[in-house]
């Protein structure tokens, strides 16, 4: 009996020991109160993150962006194709690869091939793509409706397509006038000869602006001197520039200046001369820095990170955007040694023109 007693003891400690080690119950699961979402589900934690934003030092924030630009001559033209890619590859190096893509296609003299270029990368999901000639207009307005929420641009015009219904392309064009006007300055205070040439593409676009304001800027400085302008119906006709500035020379012209991708025929006749040369669009130092004095450099950034963060917030097109000396989408190069009045004089041509106080004043024509 003592035995049995003293089963039953251990029995009950062990039990009471299992209950001790067993684990609480946990407490039932509450309804979310009246206007509160319940807690997401895993399915809901598992929905693709918002891009983030990056953002360099001293410029606007971006999301990731996809960027195709589609170009009537090549990246290394040295003037109004290689402005804007060697601006975009700028970009692409503040951002990073990751989040600024380029791709493009050069040498879309032909419209037909350069729509159906435009058309892939629009079916491809580049979110901007820029159609980088003023030819190209007929083209965007037929196919940027397909791809509402992709935006377009194009250049050098104000038309963005507005009066056709067409609300995703963004219009763009250099005041090359400003531009123009300061190198007048410059190119006053330098010719001896009184004598100055300017081979010009064509009469129209900021090729046209540049040349007014160049004569604008030569005539306000000392309207004594003259200024010999040529155009040669073509873009990227070397062999035509070459000749136009031979002419030029001929003439009498101890200074000369010019715009577009013909112009690396120009600027072979100015060095072979040693007769200094004004540029306009991109730095054409690299080829001939012993007589490039000076240059008004398209700066595209400002312009391109506005139709981007656009885009961005849902504004695909339907804006007019300019560059100008104030916004600094165009700014001046001189080079070293050039003197000091001459700099001094284009500078304070420079700061009237975005202080308003000069008035750029065509010569007509």
């Not at 491809?124 to 196919?143: D, K, M, P, V, W």
């Not at 669009?281 to 963060?309: C, G, H, N, R």
């Not at 955007?321 to 009045?341: F, H, K, R, V």
């Amino acid at each position: 009996m003592k035995h049995t007693k003293w089963l039953l003891a251990t029995l009950l400690i062990l039990a009471l020991a299992l209950s001790a080690c067993a684990a609480a119950p946990s407490a039932p699961a509450q309804p979310a109160p009246a206007g509160e979402e319940a807690a997401p589900t895993q399915a809901a934690a598992e929905e693709p993150a918002e891009e983030a934003m990056v953002a360099p030092e001293g410029m606007p924030g971006i999301k990731p962006v996809r960027i195709a630009l589609v170009m009537p001559s090549t990246t290394t033209d040295l003037a109004w194709s290689q402005s804007m890619y060697d601006s975009l590859k700028e970009l692409q190096n503040s951002y990073g690869e990751d989040v600024f893509e380029i791709v493009y296609t050069e040498n879309m003299f032909n419209v037909t091939d350069a729509a159906a270029a435009i058309r892939d990368y629009a079916d491809s999901g580049y979110n901007l793509i820029l159609a980088h000639g003023a030819q190209y207009g007929t083209s965007l307005f037929e196919i940027a409706p397909d791809f509402p929420e992709t935006s377009f641009a194009w250049g050098t015009t104000t038309n963005t397509g507005e009066e056709e219904g067409v609300t995703n392309v963004f219009a763009y064009e250099p005041r090359a006038e400003q531009g123009g006007y300061v190198t007048g300055v410059l190119a006053a205070e330098l010719t001896e000869a009184g004598v100055i040439g300017l081979v010009g593409p064509v009469d129209a676009g900021d090729a046209k602006l540049h040349v007014d304001g160049f004569v604008a800027g030569v005539r306000d400085a000392n309207p004594d001197i003259r200024v010999n302008v040529s155009f040669t119906g073509s873009f990227g006709d070397t062999a035509l520039a070459a000749e136009a500035a031979n002419t030029h020379v001929q003439a009498g012209a101890d200074v000369l200046t010019g715009s577009s991708q013909q112009v690396v025929g120009a600027i072979g006749v100015a060095k072979e001369k040693g007769i200094p040369w004004i540029g306009i669009q991109a730095d054409q130092s690299p080829v001939a820095p012993e007589i490039v004095v000076a240059t008004v450099l398209y700066d595209w950034k400002p312009t391109l990170l506005e139709m981007i963060t656009s885009n961005q917030s849902g504004d695909y097109g339907g804006r007019v955007l300019q560059l100008t000396l104030e916004n600094s989408g165009q700014t001046m190069i001189y080079a070293d040694g050039l003197p000091t009045g001459a700099v001094e004089a284009a500078k304070a041509a420079e700061k009237g023109i975005i202080d308003g106080s000069i008035e750029i004043v065509p010569e007509p024509r």
